[in-house]
């Protein structure tokens, strides 16, 4: 693997594709159950989940499953399995719920308002674990692209029991806990 490859890689998919998803993100007021009790009946969760698959489904990476689970009263799981090396195990997570928008923000700026400054995106979520389902998908893509084997990577599963894949998972701390917990 050549690692100046991988960062050259990486950093196009970032700028070609994540950031204007992130935007996109961004502007989904997405708030963690906690400061947002109805959120269900607001949608925010599922747009949020949404543009995360649709965007992982757009990277076309063979052997990739996506699905989203959902547990009535939690929020939706979008669970990501690649075909890997049976051998090893990794967890990828993150979450797509957001703090509550707060006030303070400077000038110009807010919480469901993306701006990108001086090559930083501002926004509610923008620099949070929103962007761990890009992170994950995109750092793993890249180095599998480079391996001389690319079944060589290692696999996981967020299920408690042993998986040949490899997975990334995005949602709120509650339902992979539910998911994981109901095994």
């Given at each position: 693997m050549d690692p100046q490859h991988i960062g050259s890689s990486v950093r196009d998919a970032w700028d070609r594709s994540i950031v204007p998803t992130l935007e996109r993100y961004i502007r989904?007021?997405?708030?963690?159950?906690?400061?947002d009790p109805d959120w269900k009946a607001h949608g925010y969760m599922n747009?949020?989940?949404?543009?995360?698959?649709?965007?992982?489904?757009?990277?076309?990476i063979s052997g990739l499953s996506s699905n989203v689970y959902e547990i009535d009263g939690r929020t939706p799981l979008l669970f990501l399995e690649v075909e890997g090396d049976p051998s090893s195990t990794v967890l990828m997570y993150g979450h797509l719920d957001k703090q509550p928008a707060m006030v303070g923000w400077e000038e110009g700026l807010g919480p469901w308002t993306p701006v990108l400054r001086d090559g930083?995106?501002?926004?509610?979520?923008?620099?949070?674990?929103?962007?761990a389902v890009f992170s994950a998908v995109t750092g793993s893509s890249s180095a599998a692209k480079r391996a001389a084997r690319p079944t060589s990577l290692p696999t996981s599963t967020c299920w408690p029991r042993r998986?040949?894949?490899?997975?990334?998972s995005s949602a709120s701390t509650a339902a992979a806990a539910t998911m994981s917990s109901s095994g």
């Open positions: 989904i007021p997405n708030q963690s159950p906690l400061f747009q949020a989940v949404a543009l995360a698959r649709e965007w992982v489904d757009q990277q076309q930083r995106l501002y926004g509610r979520g923008g620099a949070d674990d929103g962007y998986s040949a894949r490899r997975v990334w």
